[in-house]
T-cell receptor
Framework: DAKTTQPNSMESNEEEPVHLPCNHSTISGTDYIHWYRQLPSQGPEYVIHGLTSNVNNRMASLAIAEDRKSSTLILHRATLRDAAVYYCILRERGADGLTFGKGTHLIIQP | EAGVAQSPRYKIIEKRQSVAFWCNPISGHATLYWYQQILGQGPKLLIQFQNNGVVDDSQLPKDRFSAERLKGVDSTLKIQPAKLEDSAVYLC?????????????FGEGSRLTVL
């Protein structure tokens, strides 16, 4: 799996938007961009994924650069419950598993 | 819909003892994964099953770790003998059959402490 680079940690205030960056300069044309998050003492949970176009769901938005070498996960209005480690993962089309990096530890201040 | 069930949630053992973890995936999910997560790191894949066959066990330390998925449903991960460095959370996940975009559903994990 191609590698991703994320900041070790980020801090934001409650009820403000959060933009979590991810660099993946060696991404191939068949790699999907997946985001998972891991709340304290829980297993990871799916957030969102995309290939080329921006994506929205009830949890977040995913903005993908035109050259696909970077992406940003957007939490539109952070709550304390969004404090977690966020993982950006490249997953080749047809591949089953996920290869996790260290992720970004998101801290939300009240 | 019931999620991925794992037990036990916590286990403390002495080094050189053995331990087993159990996982019951979401009903109908053909693919099952075991991950190891050491404190401060992301999860690392140990083994992947498709139904009751092994798809990938390249990162499983086979001298001490074993896993099985009888009848293509429940799975058990065993460590024998345990080492100090095996202290970690063992996560089980499941997904519908493959194709690269399917969501993985994780259990809450089993936390192992080896003294």
């Amino acid at each position: 799996d191609a590698k991703t680079t994320q900041p070790n940690s980020m801090e934001s205030n409650e009820e403000e938007p959060v933009h979590l960056p991810c660099n993946h300069s060696t991404i191939s044309g068949t790699d999907y961009i997946h985001w998972y998050r891991q709340l304290p003492s829980q297993g990871p949970e799916y957030v969102i994924h995309g290939l080329t176009s921006n994506v929205n769901n009830r949890m977040a938005s995913l903005a993908i650069a035109e050259d696909r070498k970077s992406s940003t996960l957007i939490l539109h209005r952070a709550t304390l419950r969004d404090a977690a480690v966020y993982y950006c993962i490249l997953r080749e089309r047809g591949a089953d598993g996920l290869t996790f990096g260290k992720g970004t530890h998101l801290i939300i201040q009240p | 819909e019931a999620g991925v069930a794992q037990s036990p949630r916590y286990k403390i053992i002495e080094k050189r003892q053995s331990v087993a973890f159990w996982c019951n995936p979401i009903s109908g999910h053909a693919t099952l994964y075991w991950y190891q997560q050491i404190l401060g790191q992301g999860p690392k894949l140990l083994i992947q099953f498709q139904n009751n066959g092994v798809v990938d066990d390249s990162q499983l330390p086979k001298d001490r770790f074993s896993a099985e998925r009888l009848k293509g449903v429940d799975s058990t991960l065993k460590i024998q003998p345990a080492k100090l460095e095996d202290s970690a959370v063992y996560l089980c996940a499941s997904s519908l059959q493959g194709y690269g975009t399917g969501e993985l559903f994780f259990g809450e994990g089993s936390r192992l402490t080896v003294l």
